[in-house]
Nanobody
Framework: EVQLQASGGGLVQTGGSLRLSCAAS????????IAWFRQAPGKEREGVSC????????WYADSVKGRFAISGDNARNTVYLQMNSLKPEDSGVYYC?????????????????WGRGTQVTVSS
């Protein structure tokens, strides 16, 4: 049983911050990179960030570099996405995803396990 649960979304003004959480169960954290994707209406699902514990590597989309930070809490099997300086274009449904891999995968179709999305809305 592999389950992911995303939470922490909400409504925030431009320039504000949110912290998303992805609680994982049924998987070994060190063997499953965790990625965040987002999807806005009418747009493709895009990768936002990824964390691979086994290589201590992270990846960020160019659009969020310097503003978002991904981190993990091994004791709680939870990955966080700290989002600062939010912009309206950051709005969308955010999903966390996992796949058994030696490193981060960047395409949504590579992931086998998905959490239910959490809505992020940034008002202008």
């Amino acid at each position: 049983e592999v389950q992911l649960q995303a939470s922490g979304g909400g409504l925030v003004q431009t320039g504000g911050s949110l912290r998303l959480s992805c609680a994982a169960s049924g998987l070994t954290f060190d063997y499953y990179p965790i990625a965040w994707f987002r999807q806005a209406p009418g747009k493709e699902r895009e990768g936002v960030s990824c964390f691979a514990r086994n290589t201590d590597s992270t990846w960020y989309a160019d659009s969020v570099k310097g503003r978002f930070a991904i981190s993990g809490d091994n004791a709680r099997n939870t990955v966080y996405l700290q989002m600062n300086s939010l912009k309206p274009e950051d709005s969308g449904v955010y999903y966390c995803a996992a796949v058994r891999s030696s490193g981060c995968r960047l395409r949504a179709r590579s992931y086998d396990y998905w959490g239910r999305g959490t809505q992020v809305t940034v008002s202008s």
